[in-house]
């Protein structure tokens, strides 16, 4: 009988004074399990950006009520904006339009001159990239990462990989595409390299970004032809930035006595943080295809092809000073203080 | 305290993710709280019968594919944070306000600290000391959410 009521006592022994379920520990342990599994997973191979995709395709009814408030304050401020700072603008775009429809004039004839000494020589015409016009609809929310996402995506026909570009000169490179957005990440990112030439004497080279605004040109030597106010502009080589886009300025030069290498430091001349519209560029359909899945591979892809360009055509000594087995690894981008 | 619904939770963590997706622009960007922490944060010290290490983790990956950060990383000091942070939970009620301001700033200078090391780790620079300024307007979002919902701290009798 005694022993019948402990039997049936005995399941409430345990103490139900806070029931938890597992203990924080174990579920810490399992926790930071997964999430440093993820980790590994995200960085090291591509099986979470579908996933991703996927969330982001579903959080953008709750990104459109994050963004309204802004939004509605810029209509509100667009809608009250006085009549006399219309008709100013109006007047001043106006100019401006004239101004560049002269200056089309002339780069129709050139052009066409210069399809005419190209096909003379019987070299590839040109090939006028397509763009699609975009807006920025915010930056970045990670402070460590240069990026910004405009409003238009795989809906639009944006692909990794292209190139983006103001009126000012070039932003950076698509490097993540969402059904209704995609990522820009700028010239100035770390991850990011481009392909420049000087203006002034065409000499080729890579500008690595810094992190913080600027760009740097390593493996150039100490005695190189390169002025403080230098126009760095795109060369083309790359295959996914079409020749001769304004990049950046060359604002200081620093000369170390103990390194081989010049420091240069330059500034993009683009304005992302002035306006809002800027231009995707289309990749050029001569040369192969990029992978649009690995946005880490577009990344590395503009190097690998400077390389190879280096090496099969280039004969100015200037440019080949550039350390081939550095540039192919962007990852571990050496210093200029440290040459391998 | 009077007791929390689940429904409570959920709403808020949503209005927290929102804020987090807001567009900030300019000196918003440095100074804006992280609001899921927060928030997740204060309904774990608060009702840990509804929000346990396992919700501060959801909540972490969601922050991470809305910042587009590594996945996982937002998930892991997320869930390193909130396992000290219950260590003490019992204790808290003995606790003065600004003890418990003390405790939850430490609790979010190591979610900071946690995430910079992180982010090192993946090759980032160290982005100055403006990157701490979360941590005081994460303080003050803490604040307002004991203002919203209640203090942690016992009431005073007398």
């Known amino acids: 009988m005694l022993k019948g009521v402990h039997q049936k006592l005995e399941p409430q022994q345990t103490p139900a004074f806070f029931v938890r379920g597992a203990s924080p520990f174990s579920r810490m342990v399992f926790f930071c399990a997964l999430s440093i599994t993820m980790m590994a997973i995200d ?22 009520v994050a963004n309204a408030p802004s939004n509605w304050v810029r209509d509100i401020n667009r809608y009250f904006s006085v009549h006399n700072q219309l008709v100013q603008e109006n007047y001043a775009l106006k100019q401006q339009a004239f101004e560049h429809r002269v200056r089309l004039q002339r780069l129709s004839t050139i052009e066409a001159e210069n399809t005419h000494l190209r096909s003379l020589l019987n070299g590839d015409i040109p090939i006028q990239p397509k763009a699609i016009l975009g807006e920025i609809s915010h930056t970045g929310r ?33 490097t993540r595409v969402f059904p209704f957005s995609s990522e820009v990440t700028l010239i100035t990112d770390k991850e990011l390299s481009i392909p420049i030439q000087i203006e002034r004497n065409q000499l080729r080279a890579i500008a690595f970004g810094e992190g913080n605004n600027t760009l740097d040109i390593p493996y150039l030597p100490a005695n190189v032809d390169i002025k403080v106010g230098d126009k760095l502009v795109t060369s083309g080589i790359d295959g996914i930035y079409p020749a001769g886009l304004a990049v950046a ?8 006595p103990e390194s081989p290498f010049a420091k240069i430091i330059s500034t993009p001349v683009a304005e992302v943080s002035n306006h809002l519209q800027l231009l995707i560029l289309e990749l050029p359909q001569a040369k192969e295809s990029v992978p649009t899945t690995k946005p880490v591979e577009v990344k590395n892809k503009p190097v690998i092809e400077k390389k190879s360009a280096d090496t099969s055509a280039d004969t100015s000594s200037n440019s080949s000073a550039q350390p081939s087995s550095q540039t192919a690894t962007p990852k571990n981008k050496a210093k200029p203080n440290a040459p391998n | 305290m009077r007791p929390i619904s689940l429904v409570a939770v959920i709403i808020t963590l949503l209005i927290a993710l929102i804020c987090q997706l807001f567009p900030w622009v300019g000196q918003g960007v440095i100074l804006r709280p992280d609001f899921m922490l927060v928030v997740i944060l204060y309904w774990l010290l608060r009702a840990p019968n509804l929000c346990n290490v396992g919700t501060a983790w959801i909540a972490g990956i969601l922050v991470d594919l809305a910042t587009g950060s590594l996945l996982g990383q937002h998930a892991l000091s997320f869930t390193l944070t909130a396992y000290i942070g219950l260590s003490y939970q019992r204790r808290l009620v003995l606790f003065n306000p600004w003890q418990l301001a003390g405790y939850v700033f430490g609790l979010l200078i190591f979610e900071r600290l946690l995430m910079l090391f992180l982010k090192l780790f993946e090759g980032n620079d160290y982005p100055g000391w403006t ?28």
């Open chain 1, 43 to 64: 960085a090291r191979l591509n099986y979470l950006s579908q996933i991703r995709q996927g969330f982001i395709a579903a959080l953008h009814p709750l990104e459109m």
């Open chain 1, 142 to 174: 990670d402070p460590f990462s240069l990026v910004v996402v405009v409003n238009r995506g795989s809906q639009h026909n944006v692909k990794a990989g292209q190139a983006v570009a103001d009126s000012k000169g070039v932003i950076g490179q698509i």
């Open chain 1, 249 to 256: 300025k060359v604002t200081k030069i620093l000369q170390n």
């Open chain 2, 131 to 158: 990157y701490f300024l979360p941590v005081f307007s994460g303080l003050i979002l803490w604040q307002l959410m004991i203002l919203m919902f209640g203090a942690l701290t016992r009431p005073k009798t007398r």
